[in-house]
């Protein structure tokens, strides 16, 4: 039976943890930092409240450097994340076999302009222009868990068109700037090589962003299967009752204007279209599902949509009407409306996951001003959150 160590709370036994260290933490070149490693995911899993290094170090340590030591190790020391979070992404492949890539962006006020990466920017969810820095985390995701396995920082142009901030903070020549949505295709792009987890789906909300038109275009250009969230005013063409009938949809014409999400789903649309009430298995009641076809428009400068290609846009909301419906755009076509029930339901999760790594795992309490720091830490964050789903044995079984 898997237990659940809880950030916050003592660990009882050292021995599990630096089998866990370890394995995990195995390519670091030097003893050194595979030791301030260990000591950095103590202080993770067992301190209360804000993860300072001075609490971190508090917490774990009885050395007068230590919180001066684990600086130098999340700030300074010259270790690759890469091999760590690989791991960490086949540890996460063998304990959820039903799996999905979803991507989720996570947003830190600052209160200073010093911080990688900080700069300022409407946050929906806030209703506010605030100073933040915007990560974004790749999740393989269960119905009910979901595992981080890589970051990335977004840069807006002001970070990465000056020279002298890219220098102050350590940002590599190869990283530019990038749209959240273009920091989750290219993570996804790069967990494709792991053997494991070739061509798995990607569930993106991009409610944030009015750039849906090249996110999916780049996806179904790669062949991807994706599910990814619209706003209600998402423009949309719906495709024609013959070119919906037919086996062929990817170069269609259509003699219907171009209209919104919600405007298409609300009206009925004048092809084809589905209603159906499924369950979710966790009892969240009856849901309504409506979908119908439609192109994007602005893929290409081609009239009436010609040669774009045809997604399935699903609205989901309760059946008795009283929570506002989601619209999703969907290359999930030859899958079962309970497939496409089963990704919205990892995306949801990834949001909790996101809290829970938020408040109880410390990951917005980076406060230092270097890039790999940053990507020091979250993987350390992601380290402590796998540990803290697996059994021990189980944790060093899965990522050998």
Known sequence: MLTQCIAGSPLTDSRPLAEFVETVFGSLPRVDQRRWADVYLRGLL???GRKTMKRLARQVSC???AAQALQQFITSSPWAWSEPRAVLARAAARRLPERAWVAG?????KRGRRSVGVHRRFVPELGATVNCQVGVGLFLASENEAIPVDWRLVLDTAWSGDAALRRQARIPDAVGSGSAWEQALEMAET??????LERV?????LTATGDVARFTSSLAGAGREFLVRVRPDQPVLEVAHSVASSRDVSSPT???PISTAQRLIEE?????????EVQFADGMGQVRLRSVLVHLPGVQDVAHGAGIPAHRLVALNSADGRTPP?????????????????????QQVVQSTLRVLRDDFGLTDFEGRSFPGWHHHTTMVSAAYTYSLLSPRTAVRLSA
């Open 63 to 65: 050395e007068a450097s």
């Open 191 to 196: 967990a494709d090589a792991l053997p494991c």
């Open 268 to 276: 009925g649309g004048a092809g084809q279209r589905r209603v159906s």
């Open 46 to 48: 067992s301190t209360p």
């Open 254 to 256: 259509s003699d219907f």
């Open 201 to 205: 789906p990607l569930v993106v909300d």
């Open 326 to 346: 989601q619209y999703w755009i969907s290359a999930l076509r030859r899958r079962s409306v309970g497939d496409v029930l089963s990704l919205v339901r990892r």
């Open 105 to 109: 962006t996570i947003v830190s006020e």
